[in-house]
């Protein structure tokens, strides 16, 4: 069983220790720094102090819309000091598998992807070959000739070798019909990740996973995730910046995606903020899906450190 | 452990003893009658040796893309002699449910529909209120507008008690954030059928089941399918028919909806053709998802029975 987590909110020595055990904190973002667009009170100052002290900040997000460069748009138009070397997304961590890892050769190389810009992008940075995603071309309807081209398969690109499926708000039957396709005859099969749901607006809707469930219903395969909680995203981050695992906490709001990562990459710590999904009672039932070393009711709470 | 099917094709004393055994034959279509708009040969004149017999011979099918009208019309259009009353569809059945046995009351009796005019007409013919189906306005993206009314609840409608999943080839990310928002207020959950795939063009496409897998993932819910081989179908059937389950027969291709859905429903017997998904070799294993009673290579193979 696990050890009852540590609540740091108010207890000025205990947020001191906290942070003199860690380097580096890999932080989730939605949920923690913001929710939508909307930034929690004082974590830009939460970020100014434990950079202050010397530590590196990540920001490891499952959210697969957005690329790196999309990403530092958006902590800069939000007031949040940041750059592109400090953000891991699930797509950046999708198109590093795939040219890292998977290494597809020629002729079958080419990645069919489910999702938006933010994939494509990263794809781009890693000179992988695409079809699918925004292209105007999979935004409709199937036609009477596209199902037929389908199941002769005349319509397919014989190049593809991997399915790459990330959120996607344009969700269609074109879509998945093509996927299912590639899948069938062979296609390595990727999600970003699995999340089942999307928060936006305080609210939550169709997440990753419930875009790539059909094509898991369909062909009774799994994707390999590259999103949290996936080790894959572990390893990837830990390859780039060269952590020292057991100085490195991961920071989060979702006990089946941040504190279960960050506990599986045997980090030397996990906090969990209230901020977001889950909450206290969450971890507090018979078989949790994981516990934190440490909470906070606000990331914010950490700056009582200062005082 | 079920014993050996029994193979009629060729064995013309078998043929009639089988055929004597039964006073209505339930036919699946798909994969049994046609393949798409193919009709497999000689089945015409099976079913008309079938009728001479004073055989009833009702069509059972999960496709719920079609009202009965629209099926007698495909019917009518193929060659084939039939009329309304002969055909169950799973729409048809789904709207007996919701009429008959659900009897959603004012005001919480709408239900939000995912799928195609056959639902909407069958909900039609059981005087059932309902929204989406094919309505152009949730075929189209989502805006930043819809995603705050969703979350806020403004932009749902009050009176949707019930949500209805049918093969969509419509389905979009607005009605999935649609369905999902009115689950978690509570509305009944059913599916038409949750067939992973859809034959067509001699290959396969996302079913049913793969329309409504992201709203189970997302819910943890299971819907209440329809269909086969719901035997919530076969109560419907019996019902309307005042059939004697003993001497019915249920005639399919596929083991995990026909074979099961006659199994379960303890009739008289199970006979499967080879013209569809499954094959003999899918029965011959350890564990078997149903055993037919009897098997055929085709269903035109029961002519030989008036030689």
Same mark, same amino acid.
């Given at each position: 069983m696990a050890a009852k987590p540590k609540y740091l909110t108010g207890d000025i020595p205990a947020i001191n220790e906290f942070i003199d055990r860690f380097d580096v904190f890999l932080l989730d973002c939605d949920g923690v720094i913001w929710s939508g667009n909307h930034v929690f009170d004082g974590?830009?100052?939460?970020?100014?102090?434990?950079?202050?002290?010397?530590?590196?900040t990540i920001f490891v997000t499952n959210?697969?819309?957005?690329?790196?460069?999309?990403?530092?748009?958006?902590?800069?138009?939000?007031?949040?000091?940041?750059?592109?070397?400090?953000?891991?997304?699930?797509a950046y961590s999708s198109a590093i598998y795939i040219s890292r890892i998977l290494k597809l050769a020629p002729p079958k190389n080419k990645v069919f992807v489910i999702g938006e810009a933010g994939i494509e992008n990263e794809l781009r940075s890693e000179s992988i070959p695409f079809i699918g995603g925004t292209d105007p071309a999979f935004r409709r309807d199937m036609t009477p000739e596209d199902s037929k081209?389908?199941?002769?398969g005349s319509l397919l690109d014989p190049e593809v070798g991997c399915v790459l499926v990330g959120l996607d708000f /344009?969700?269609?039957?074109?879509?998945?019909? /093509?996927?299912?396709?590639?899948?069938?005859?062979?296609?390595?099969?990727?999600?970003?990740?699995?999340?089942?749901?999307?928060?936006?607006? /305080?609210?939550?809707?169709?997440?990753?996973?419930?875009?790539?469930?059909?094509?898991?219903?369909?062909?009774?395969q799994e994707p390999l995730a590259l999103g949290k909680p996936s080790q894959a995203m572990m390893d990837a981050i830990e390859g780039k910046f060269q952590l020292n695992r057991e100085r490195t906490c991961m920071v989060g709001d979702r006990l089946n995606t941040d504190i279960k990562f960050g506990i599986e990459g045997r980090l030397?710590?996990?906090?969990?903020?209230?901020?977001?999904?889950?909450?206290?009672?969450?971890?507090?039932?018979?078989?949790?899906?994981?516990?934190p070393a440490f909470y906070v009711d606000r990331l914010s709470d950490l700056r009582a450190a200062v005082s």
């Open positions: 974590v830009v100052e939460t970020l100014e102090l434990l950079r202050s002290r010397g530590k590196k959210n697969s819309t957005k690329s790196r460069q999309e990403y530092l748009q958006k902590f800069t138009g939000l007031g949040i000091p940041s750059d592109t070397e400090e953000i891991f997304g699930s081209g389908l199941a002769d /344009h969700i269609n039957y074109l879509k998945l019909a /093509h996927a299912f396709q590639y899948l069938r005859r062979g296609a390595v099969f990727l999600a970003t990740n699995v999340d089942s749901t999307f928060p936006m607006n /305080h609210s939550f809707f169709p997440g990753a996973g419930s875009i790539s469930i059909p094509l898991v219903y369909m062909t009774g030397g710590g996990t906090l969990a903020v209230l901020t977001g999904v889950n909450k206290q009672a969450d971890w507090e039932v018979d078989d949790p899906i994981a516990v």
